[in-house]
């Protein structure tokens, strides 16, 4: 099996990048300086209130913006929205109805739009429309804020310079090739669909799952588990790519979770990388769970260990690492307070684990066994 080396690929430079961060530094730069002196610019404790105010609206606006222009252009492709996030507030299908919610971003997105492909397509065709899908949020920043930015500099507009300026910020910084806490860049996307970084099959194969199965039940092809089989052994110590495990985890747990723990077999509780913890604690929470199924929990060796270098940053993979070990101790009202506790925080909808209910069912499940024994 053909891998990839993930630490060759996080720590390599990309030099065109941090050279378009460094013009992009010194143009907003130029432009500030050359605004203040053309519009002689007084500086006073309210002038700067007002600004501060315009920036925070203008902010907001701007990641309005992006996602909405995400959501066009995954429509012009043919694709279904699943959720759009901005800031805490969220719009999401779920059971077949629109809902609005109102939960804390995960993973540093301030703004997200999660689109799916309603009917299966060729991966050619699902290439093109994804690099459609995301171009649209940073070429809709662009699109608005470099006309406006012209205009504001010209007439000495000061509140729509500022949010130009801001929309030409989010329009470039999401260009660039970033990859930090496990969340990538629109830039970052792209240049992965287009074949100049490793890691386009994990692009596709993620939305190829959510084509077949959006409510995460582990209800795949034969075909398309063999693909993110493949995907997995072939980034080791990859965090997008061991997130892949918990997603393959429910097509595994009744099947054939032995077959699970061997593909986790080195890239499940690896020492933790504090720009992707979350990512590894649900990757360690689900590989947990395959040995449950798999019923060594209890006789693998230094698993009380391993559950507790799973972090407190995420309240469902917490009270799920609590059940595992109160599992192990013999803790039988532990393991259910935090069971329910578990289902609890996945409420109606999660940031993360979206709908949840493969996981739902996972908790039913060990609760009745817990309840019995």
Same mark, same amino acid.
């Given at each position: ?80 929205? *699943?959720?759009?996030?901005? &800031? ?19 993973? &540093? ?37 470099? $006309? ?49 970084? $490793? ?39 990859? $965090? ?79 009270? *799920? ?8 101790? &013999? ?43």
């Amino acid at each position: 099996m053909e891998t990839t080396d993930s630490s060759t690929q996080k720590n390599k430079t990309n030099w065109k990048s941090q050279a378009g961060q460094l013009l992009s530094g010194g143009l907003f730069g130029f432009l500030l300086v050359s605004y203040y002196f053309r519009h002689d610019v007084t500086f006073s404790a309210t002038s700067a209130l007002l600004i501060l105010v315009i920036a925070i609206i203008s902010f907001i606006a701007g990641v309005i913006i992006h996602e909405l222009g995400h959501a066009v252009a995954g429509k012009l492709s043919g694709m279904t929205i *699943m959720n759009l996030s901005f &800031g805490p507030f969220i719009y999401a299908k779920t059971g077949g109805q629109s809902r609005f919610f109102f939960k804390l971003p995960a993973m &540093g997105y301030v703004g997200r739009a999660m689109l799916r492909f309603a009917q299966p397509i060729s991966e050619s065709q699902m290439r093109k429309s994804m690099i459609r899908l995301f171009y649209g949020g940073p070429l809709s920043n662009l699109v608005i804020g470099l $006309p406006l930015l012209a205009t504001s500099f010209y007439y000495g507009w000061s509140g729509w310079f500022v949010f130009a300026l801001i929309n030409i910020f989010f329009g470039l910084t999401n260009l660039a090739n970033i990859e930090g806490a496990g969340v990538q860049s629109d830039g970052r996307v792209i240049a992965m669909l287009n074949g100049k970084l $490793p890691g386009d099959d994990l692009i596709l194969v993620s939305y190829q799952i959510l084509q077949e199965d959006p409510q995460g039940e582990g209800n795949w092809s034969e075909e398309t588990a063999e693909k993110v089989k493949s995907v997995i052994e072939r980034y080791p110590g990859w $965090p997008l790519a061991a997130t892949l495990l918990s997603t393959v985890g429910p097509y595994y747990y009744h099947s054939n979770p032995h077959a699970y723990l061997d593909l986790a077999e080195g890239r499940s509780f690896l020492p933790r990388d504090k720009r992707a913890g979350i990512l590894q604690d649900i990757a360690d929470i689900s590989v947990a769970t395959g040995y449950y199924y798999a019923d060594r929990l209890k006789t693998e060796p230094t698993m009380k260990e391993k559950l507790h270098q799973i972090g407190t940053q995420e309240t469902v993979t917490r009270h *799920m690492r609590d059940m595992y070990v109160a599992i192990i101790e &013999g803790n039988r009202n532990h393991a259910l307070t935090s069971n329910y506790a578990a289902e609890a925080a996945l409420g109606d909808w999660h940031p993360l684990y979206l709908e949840g209910s493969s996981l739902k069912r996972v908790l039913r499940e060990i609760r009745q066994d817990v309840k019995s024994s």
